[in-house]
Nanobody
Framework: QVQLVESGGGLVQAGGSLRLSCAASGVIFGANVMGWYRQTPGKQRELVATFRPDGTPNVGDSVKERFTISRNNAKTTVYLQMNMLKPEDTAVYYC???????????WGQGTQVTVSS
């Protein structure tokens, strides 16, 4: 069974930076991609940044130019470098592992990011 363990969230002032990490453990069958989503109360979970199957990053419009997604060579750990943070970036950030076929998703427990103004 695949598990995702996130770390790196916290409280930061506007303009600051944080780096999130997500490590996948367990046996993963089939091609998959990892990425990050976020959610605030009363809103749907939204894409922050993921990797496409071809390895290129897919970054949400609201965080382009500020957030960077990367991963280790084994593709078992994904990182999210968040710079120039804004109060509207405050959310619970979830790591996601998406298996391409058969389609399935695994989610991390979420890590809180709070940006103060």
């Amino acid at each position: 069974q695949v598990q995702l363990v996130e770390s790196g969230g916290g409280l930061v002032q506007a303009g600051g930076s944080l780096r999130l990490s997500c490590a996948a453990s367990g046996v993963i069958f089939g091609a998959n991609v990892m990425g990050w989503y976020r959610q605030t109360p009363g809103k749907q979970r939204e894409l922050v940044a993921t990797f496409r199957p071809d390895g290129t990053p897919n970054v949400g419009d609201s965080v382009k130019e500020r957030f960077t997604i990367s991963r280790n060579n084994a593709k078992t750990t994904v990182y999210l470098q968040m710079n120039m943070l804004k109060p509207e970036d405050t959310a619970v950030y979830y790591c996601n592992l998406h298996r391409i076929w058969p389609t399935s998703d695994v989610w991390g427990q979420g890590t809180q990011v709070t940006v103060s103004s």
